[in-house]
C-alpha cells in the first residue's frame, strides 16, 4: 500500500514539472503585415506587422524582437539575403494569455519587388526564439517621380512599305530632368492590351501594326501607382490613296474675289505639313489648311505631309485655275519723288484687253482707259498717294487694285561696302555703293530706285583725298590698306549736295592670323591668356567647340580670351570689308595641341618651310592628310604623313599660292582648312 502511494506521489510531481516547462516555453505565432501589400513609393513608406507571442514565463528585459525579410523567393536560406526590417524591445513579461509584438511604421527596401517574400521574427535570447514563417507578403518599391517616354512618346508610322522593323525605347527621367538608367528596372511589354511574353528590357523591336507600351511589373501593387507605365505608341500603316487634297468648293476653279480653300485629307496636330505651289515651298503655309490670296494664285499645289521620321507623303498635285484676273505687277510699296522727276509708274496685269482701268491721286479720278496689251502707266508729277483700279472683263468680273505713295525727300543716306566676300585674301576687290535711301518727313527711308541714281554726281575720297573716281564704284589694290574710304554725292537739281556715306575703314585682316597663348600650359586654378593682333577697325568674337558645335561665348569680344577651363577655342575676326575665322587652338593640361597652320614660307630658309602637323596626326598609319589645288585636283595624299609638304611630295610643288587640305581618322573627318603659301 506504501508503494503504491509512493508511485503515485512520483507521477504527480512529473506532470507537474512537464507542466510548468510546457508553460515557461515561449512561441510566436506566423507574422501578418496589416495592409493587402507594402506598396511603397518616395512619398509613403510606412506599414505594421504584427505577430502573437503565445502564454509563458518572463523573457529576459533586454530581449528585442526582430522582424526579418526573406529573399524574394520566400526563403531564408541564404543569411546574405536576409534583411532587417524593425525591431522592439519586448513585451517580455510573463504572461497566461496571447501578447502581441508589434512593429509599426517600419520601411521597406527600396529594391523590394516580389509577391513572395515571407516574414518572421527572432528574439535576441538565447536559445533564439523563431516564429513560424508568415503568408506570401507583396512587398514593392516604386520610384514615382519618374517620367517614362517611350519613342519620345511619337507614334510610329510607316508608309509605302508591305514590311518594317521599328525599335522602340524607353527613356526615363525625374522630376528634375536628370536622366534616369531604364535598365535599372525590370519592364513588361504589351501590344494591344496583351502581354509579349519573354520581353523584359528596355527595348523593344516591332515589325507589327498595333498599340504597344510598357510597365514596370509591380505584382499586387501594380494597380497602387500611377506611372509605372509608358505612353501608349500606335504603329500603323498610312495607306498612300488615303491621303490627298480637297476643297469644299465644287472644283478648284476660283474667282480672285472668292474664298480660296485647300485642305489635306489628313487632318491631324500631330503631323508636320508643308505646302508647295509649282514646286517651291510656300512660307508659312505649314498647316493642313491653306487660304489662297487674291491676286497670282492659279498653279499646281502640293502638301508634303510629314506623319514621322519614317514616312513622310507628298499628295497632289492639283490644278488651281484663276477663272478671274489678277495684277501680275503691282506698284512699288513707296517711292522717293526727286525734283523735276517724273515717275512713270507702271503695271501689268492678265485681265482681258478692253477692261476698264481708272487711275487716281489720293481721290481723285486722273485718267480712265481701256486696258491694252496687258499694261497701264501713269506719269507722276507730284507726292502723294497713287492708286489703280481695273474692272476686269472676265468671268468673274474681277475687281482688281495697286497702290502706292510718292514722298519728297528731307535728306539721304549712302551706304558703301564690299559684296566680295573673300575681300581680305584678294589682290584687289570692290568698293561699291551698295544703298542709297531717301529720307521722309514721317521717318520713312525709301529705297533709291537705279534710275534715281542718274540724277546725282558721285565721288569717292581716301583719307579725304578725292580719288578722282566719279562712279558708284571703285577698284581698291590690297597694298592700299589703313585707308578709310567715303562717297559723296550732289544731287544735280541742287537741292541736295554734300551727301556722304558712311566712312569706311579698309584694313585687311592678315592671312595666317595664329592664335598665341600665355602661358602654354593650363594649371589647375591658373588661367591661359589667348590673343590675336588688335586693331580697332576689327571686331572680334571668341567660340568654343565642344562636342563638334561651335559654342559662341557671350561678351568675349576683345582679341584677348582668358581661359580657366581646357578645351578648343577660336575666335573670329571681321572688318569692314571681310571676315576670317582664326583657326582653333586647343588648350590643356599638357600644353597647346592640335595647332594646324594655316601659312607656310617655302623659301629655303628652314623656317617654316613644310607644313607641319601636331604630333598626334604625324606618322599614323589611320590617318590620313588629302591636300587639293585652288582647282580641285589632289596635289598630295597618303598616311604616315611626315611633315614634309610641299617640299618632298607636292605634285605642283607648292607653287599655287592657296591649298586645301581634309584630314580624316577611320574615315572621319578629324579637320579641313585652307593653308596659304607665302613666298
Known amino acids: 500500500m506504501k508503494s503504491k502511494l509512493n508511485l503515485i506521489l512520483i507521477v504527480s510531481a512529473l506532470l507537474f514539472i512537464n507542466f510548468n516547462e510546457l508553460i515557461a516555453q515561449r512561441t510566436i505565432g506566423a507574422p501578418v503585415l496589416q495592409d493587402f501589400a507594402a506598396c511603397a513609393d518616395i512619398t509613403f513608406n510606412s506599414f505594421t506587422v504584427i505577430a502573437e507571442l503565445n502564454p509563458g514565463d518572463p523573457l529576459p528585459s533586454d530581449n528585442e524582437f526582430i522582424l526579418q525579410l526573406s529573399d524574394p523567393n520566400g526563403s531564408f536560406d541564404d543569411p546574405n539575403e536576409i534583411q532587417e526590417l524593425a525591431r522592439v524591445v519586448g513585451p517580455n513579461n510573463g504572461s497566461g494569455s496571447t501578447l502581441e509584438i508589434q512593429f509599426t511604421d517600419f520601411a521597406i527596401p527600396q529594391n523590394a519587388n516580389s509577391d513572395t517574400y515571407k516574414l518572421r521574427v527572432i528574439s535576441t535570447t538565447d536559445p533564439v526564439i523563431i516564429s513560424e514563417l508568415s503568408d506570401d507578403t507583396a512587398m514593392h518599391f516604386f520610384r514615382n517621380d519618374l517620367d517614362l517616354f517611350l519613342n519620345e512618346r511619337e507614334d510610329v508610322i510607316f508608309c509605302n512599305v508591305s514590311t518594317f522593323t521599328k525599335t522602340l525605347t524607353i527613356r526615363l527621367e525625374d522630376l528634375d530632368d536628370n536622366a534616369v538608367p531604364a535598365d535599372t528596372f525590370e519592364w513588361e511589354w504589351f501590344k494591344d492590351g496583351a502581354l509579349i511574353v519573354g520581353e523584359s528590357s528596355p527595348s523593344l523591336v516591332v515589325n ?60 491631324s496636330s500631330a503631323f508636320d505639313y508643308q505646302w508647295i505651289k509649282d514646286g517651291v515651298d510656300i512660307d508659312g503655309e505649314i498647316s493642313p489648311t491653306i487660304t489662297l490670296p487674291d491676286n497670282e494664285f492659279a498653279g499646281d499645289y502640293e502638301v508634303r505631309v510629314t506623319f514621322s521620321e519614317d514616312c513622310e507623303l507628298v499628295a497632289g498635285p492639283v490644278t488651281v485655275v484663276n477663272e478671274g484676273s489678277s495684277i501680275t505687277q503691282a506698284l512699288p510699296e513707296n517711292l522717293i519723288l526727286l525734283p523735276t522727276q517724273i515717275i512713270d509708274l507702271e503695271i501689268m496685269t492678265d485681265a482681258p484687253d478692253g477692261s476698264t482701268v481708272r487711275w487716281f491721286v489720293e481721290t481723285s479720278l486722273q485718267s480712265q482707259t481701256l486696258l491694252s496689251g496687258g499694261t497701264s502707266s501713269f506719269e507722276a508729277q507730284f507726292v502723294g498717294r497713287y492708286r489703280v483700279e481695273i474692272d476686269a472683263l472676265d468671268p468673274c468680273n474681277s475687281f482688281l487694285f495697286s497702290e502706292t505713295e510718292l514722298f519728297a525727300p528731307t535728306g539721304f543716306d549712302i551706304v558703301i561696302g564690299t559684296e566680295d566676300e573673300n575681300a581680305c585674301a584678294a589682290e584687289t576687290f570692290t568698293l561699291e555703293l551698295l544703298e542709297m535711301t531717301g529720307q521722309t ?27 578722282g573716281d566719279t562712279t558708284t564704284s571703285i577698284e581698291v589694290s590690297s597694298s592700299d590698306i589703313d585707308a578709310v574710304y567715303t562717297l559723296m554725292a550732289d544731287l544735280r537739281t541742287g537741292e541736295f549736295t554734300g551727301i556722304t556715306s558712311n566712312d569706311l575703314a579698309v584694313s585687311l585682316i592678315p592671312q595666317g592670323t595664329v592664335i598665341l597663348a600665355d602661358p602654354l600650359v593650363l594649371t589647375e586654378g591658373e588661367s591661359v591668356t589667348l590673343s590675336v ?72 630658309d628652314n623656317v617654316n618651310d613644310n607644313w607641319f602637323l601636331p604630333a598626334s596626326l604625324v606618322n599614323q598609319q589611320d590617318v590620313e592628310v588629302t591636300i587639293y589645288n585652288r582647282n580641285g585636283q589632289v596635289d598630295f595624299m597618303g598616311v604616315s604623313y611626315q611633315n614634309n609638304w610641299p617640299f618632298e611630295n607636292s605634285k605642283s610643288s607648292g607653287q599655287d599660292p592657296i591649298y586645301y587640305y581634309i584630314i580624316t581618322k577611320n574615315n572621319s573627318v578629324l579637320r579641313k582648312g585652307s593653308i596659304t603659301v607665302m613666298r
Open 208 to 267: 507589327d501594326v498595333g498599340r504597344y507600351f510598357a510597365r514596370i511589373p509591380l505584382g499586387n501593387c501594380q494597380n497602387f501607382f500611377t506611372f509605372e507605365e509608358t505612353n501608349r505608341v500606335d504603329v500603323s500603316l498610312i495607306d498612300v490613296s488615303s491621303v490627298f487634297i480637297e476643297t469644299p468648293a465644287p472644283d478648284f476653279s476660283f474667282c480672285p474675289n472668292e474664298i480660296k480653300v485647300l485642305n489635306s485629307s489628313e487632318q
Open 441 to 467: 518727313v514721317g521717318g520713312l527711308d525709301v529705297p533709291l530706285t537705279e534710275e534715281q541714281l542718274t540724277f546725282f554726281d558721285f565721288e569717292w575720297f581716301r583719307n579725304g583725298v578725292s580719288t
Open 533 to 604: 593682333p588688335q586693331n580697332d577697325a576689327y571686331t572680334y568674337q571668341w567660340s568654343r567647340i565642344v562636342d563638334g558645335e561651335n559654342i559662341v561665348l557671350d561678351g568675349e569680344t576683345n582679341n584677348t580670351l582668358i581661359v580657366t577651363e581646357q578645351g578648343e577655342y577660336f575666335v573670329t575676326i571681321t572688318s569692314a570689308i571681310c571676315e576670317v575665322i582664326v583657326p582653333p587652338i586647343s588648350i590643356g593640361t599638357q600644353g597647346i595641341t592640335e595647332i594646324i597652320p594655316n601659312v607656310i614660307t617655302p623659301n629655303g
